[in-house]
C-alpha cells in the first residue's frame, strides 16, 4: 500500500480532537448524573430522618397535653380526711380527749355526762411535706394521740400533702412523687391513709437525697395494707397525680381555707379550728394543751345559754 493510501486512511487530526472531547463531555456527563443520584438519595434520606423526628416530638408532646390532670378521690379543699388509723402499729392509750376535747382526766375526777352536752369534733389540719425533717418529727411524736382522738371521734384529722421542698432531692422530685402517692392512696385505698402517711414519714428520707423511687413509693403502700395493689401501684409508678400535688401547694401558698388570711409559709403547718399551732413539734404535751384550749374556747363559744328561771 502506498503513503498516499495511509494518509487517505488515518482520521484527520481535528476528528480526533473532536472524538476525545465527545468522549469527555460524555463521561463528564455521567459522573455529574451519579452525584446528582448521590446527592438526591442523601437529601431524601435526611428528609425521612427530619420527617420521623418530628412525627416523634409531635407524638410525645401531644401526648403530654392530653393527658388530663387528674383529682385525687376523697378530697376536700385539698385535704384528705382520715378515716381509720389501722395499720400503723401504733398502740398508746395516751392521749384520750374527754368532753369539749379536754384529756381524759383521771377515773376518780367526775367526766361530764357527754348526752347533756356534746362538743363538736376538734379540727385539726396537718399540712405536710414528705421531705420535711419537721413533718417527721411532729407525726412520730404526735401519732399516738392523734390516733387516740381519731378513734373516740373527738377529733377530726386531715392532711394537706404539699410539695414545697420539691428541689430538695437531686432532681427526682421527690417531694412532689411523695404527695402523688399520697394522693393515690387516698383516691383507691383510703383506709390505710394514714397508716401510709405514717409510713413515709417514718422511714423519710434525708434532704438532698434522691429519696424512694416510685417502684419503692408502691411497695410502702400495699406494704401498709392497700386493698388494691395493682391499681395502686400503677397510679403511684406513674404518677397520676403529680398535676394535682404542684396545685395543691400553689394554692396553699395563696391561702389556707377557713383562716383569716393565713398562708402556707412551711412545713409542717398544723392548724386547730383554724388557729395555728407554733408550738414545740416533738412535745404532745404542749400540742395538746394547746388543742384542749382551742376546744374549749369552742366549746363554750358555741354553747347555747342556760336559760333564766321564770319567776
Not at 468522549?23 to 427530619?50: E, G, M, N, W
Request: aromatic share 6%; net charge negative.
Amino acid at each position: 500500500m502506498s503513503s498516499d493510501d495511509e494518509s487517505q486512511s488515518a482520521p484527520p487530526t481535528s476528528d480526533r480532537r473532536g472524538a476525545v472531547r465527545e468522549k469527555a463531555i460524555q463521561v463528564q456527563a455521567k459522573q455529574s448524573r451519579a452525584r446528582l443520584i448521590r446527592t438526591s438519595a442523601i437529601a431524601v434520606a435526611v428528609a425521612a430522618i427530619v420527617a420521623v423526628t418530628a412525627i416523634v416530638v409531635t407524638m410525645t408532646v401531644g401526648s403530654a397535653a392530653s393527658k388530663p390532670l387528674l383529682d385525687p378521690a376523697n378530697v376536700t379543699d385539698d385535704g384528705i380526711v382520715v378515716t381509720s388509723v389501722d395499720g400503723t402499729g401504733i398502740a398508746d392509750s395516751t392521749g384520750d380527749m374527754g368532753e369539749a376535747g379536754q384529756t381524759a382526766a383521771p377515773s376518780e375526777t367526775p367526766v361530764p355526762d357527754a348526752s347533756a352536752t356534746k362538743a363538736p369534733a376538734v379540727d385539726i389540719r396537718v399540712y405536710v411535706d414528705y421531705l420535711s425533717p419537721g413533718s417527721r418529727e411532729f407525726q412520730l411524736a404526735n401519732a399516738p394521740q392523734l390516733s387516740a382522738w381519731v378513734t373516740q371521734g373527738a377529733a377530726q384529722l386531715s392532711y394537706y400533702p404539699v410539695a414545697m421542698l420539691t428541689s430538695k432531692s437531686n432532681g427526682t422530685k421527690y417531694s412532689l412523687r411523695a404527695s402523688s402517692a399520697a394522693a393515690c392512696v387516698a383516691t383507691h385505698s383510703p383506709d390505710i391513709f394514714f397508716a401510709f402517711t405514717h409510713a413515709l414519714l417514718e422511714q423519710q428520707p434525708d434532704v438532698d437525697t434522691e429519696g424512694l423511687a416510685d417502684t419503692e413509693l408502691a411497695d410502702l403502700a400495699i406494704a401498709s395494707g392497700a386493698s388494691s395493689p395493682k391499681v395502686v401501684r400503677a397510679c403511684i409508678e406513674e404518677e397520676d397525680f403529680a398535676g394535682w400535688a404542684k396545685s395543691a401547694t400553689d394554692r396553699a401558698l395563696a391561702g389556707i381555707p377557713g383562716t383569716d388570711d393565713v398562708t402556707l409559709t412551711g412545713t409542717p403547718m398544723i392548724l386547730v379550728n383554724g388557729t395555728p399551732y407554733v408550738g414545740a413539734l416533738d412535745d404532745p404535751a404542749e400540742f395538746s394543751q394547746f388543742v384542749l384550749t382551742i376546744a374549749s374556747d369552742s366549746y363554750y363559744k358555741t354553747a347555747s345559754p342556760t336559760p333564766t328561771p321564770t319567776p
